[in-house]
């Protein structure tokens, strides 16, 4: 049974989620992938295909399709459509920073503008006898100056795309040229890199909002030891309330260890004297002030506020997780197997997993079990 939305589960850990995606957002961006190779890889035969078969000689796009051709190449251009809403336009966020100008077209793709300069100037770009030239073949540096070389297709221009000539010599003017090889930039980047992990991100922040606290994860522990606090956190175990909630019938609503209070995730880990216990014999292992707690989210705190090193709060961190999945562990023990609640067991259970998993996931195998029992972390720091 799944307690917790799926739509948060797949979310990013920075808005409270698990970070897994979404196999849309996965499939979304794998196919703008192709857009950016398409710019990039101008020499690529796959490339050459595609506009031999989809371009029209009569209508120019930077990215050709014909839609009554059905195939991948029509999926991989509807894509656009379907990455709008996350403010993610593929015709308009790729632009190439030109140096040696053989890597970008001249009027087909986005360098000099905010638009190609087919799109800019149509006037101009009709009488360009061959449309699919590179900036190198136009321009190149010389010193002074830019040297122009243009192919019109007949001697003398039309009076409009004389005048589109004079605009794009000033904007010729301004653009300052460097050596080396073209760059292609991502607009949603610093960097300007592209990458799927990019277009994923993107997708996956839209309409989220981040939550004022955000969980915490711990590698030093295992994912689904941490998925018990993860869900405790936001009250989404299947606790006998949580159940009652939801119209399951349960026999009463109990907690299974003290049998006087409702069972909540709250109580349950917190208030709870059989998890107070645990939560104090543990402060005293550590060696740290007894803990105080009025919810879950002071407990996934507690090594925050603590004064100890780096390494050492993170390992307090994992003795907090590892305390949630054994206290949940005990209470469906007592459940579904009858068991009768023992804090010392729980105790000795936090105390040797959270020794295994630290030692071997924190890269710190001379550990001793005898330093650890007792809380001894000097190989640590
Ligand atoms: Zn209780």
């Known amino acids: 049974m799944n307690w917790v939305a799926w739509d948060k589960t797949i979310g990013p850990v920075e808005y409270g989620g698990l970070g897994f995606g979404s196999l849309r957002d996965a499939n979304l961006a794998m196919l703008a992938k192709w857009w950016w190779r398409f710019k990039t890889e101008k020499n690529g035969l796959w490339r050459r295909i595609v506009w031999a078969v989809h371009h029209r000689s009569r209508e120019w796009n930077d990215i050709p399709v014909k839609v009554s051709l059905p195939g991948p190449w029509k999926s991989i251009h ?88 004079q605009l794009l010599l000033v904007m010729l003017e301004g653009w300052a040229s460097s050596v080396g090889s073209d760059i292609w930039k991502w607009r949603h980047e610093k960097d300007g890199k592209f990458s799927v992990s990019s277009v994923k991100k993107l997708l996956s922040s839209v309409n989220r909002v981040r939550p004022e606290q955000i969980f915490e994860w711990n590698n030093w522990v295992p994912k689904k030891i941490g998925i018990v606090a993860w869900r405790a956190e936001m009250e989404r175990l299947p606790t006998k309330w949580a159940l009652a909630r939801r119209n399951i019938p349960v026999q009463n609503q109990f907690c299974v260890f003290c049998g006087d209070y409702e069972e909540t995730c709250d109580h349950v880990f917190v208030s709870c004297h059989f998890a107070q216990t645990i939560w104090q014999n543990l402060a005293a292992w550590c060696m740290i002030p007894p803990i105080i707690a009025f919810g879950i989210n002071d407990l996934l705190t507690l090594h925050v506020s603590s ?41 000795d259970e936090i105390k040797s997993m959270t020794f295994l998993w630290v030692k071997s996931r924190s890269k710190v195998a001379s550990l001793s079990w005898e330093e650890w029992s007792h809380f001894n972390l000097s190989t640590l720091i």
């Open 78 to 165: 509807s894509v656009r459509q379907s990455l709008l809403y996350a403010n993610i336009d593929l015709h308009q966020d790729f632009s190439a920073v030109v140096c040696g100008g053989n890597n970008v077209f001249f009027w087909l793709d986005k360098w000099l503008d905010q638009l190609p300069l087919y799109v800019k100037f149509p006037a101009l770009f009709k009488e360009e006898s061959e449309k699919q030239c590179m900036v190198a073949d136009r321009c190149v540096r010389g010193s002074p100056g830019l040297i122009l070389s243009w192919a019109w297709s007949r001697p003398v221009l039309g009076s409009e795309a004389a005048d589109q000539l």
């Open 307 to 347: 004064s100890a090193s780096r390494k050492k709060r993170k390992v307090i961190h994992a003795l907090v997780l590892v305390t949630f999945w054994s206290i949940w562990k005990s209470r469906n023990e007592v459940v579904f197997r009858q068991l009768i609640p023992n804090t010392t067991r729980n105790l």
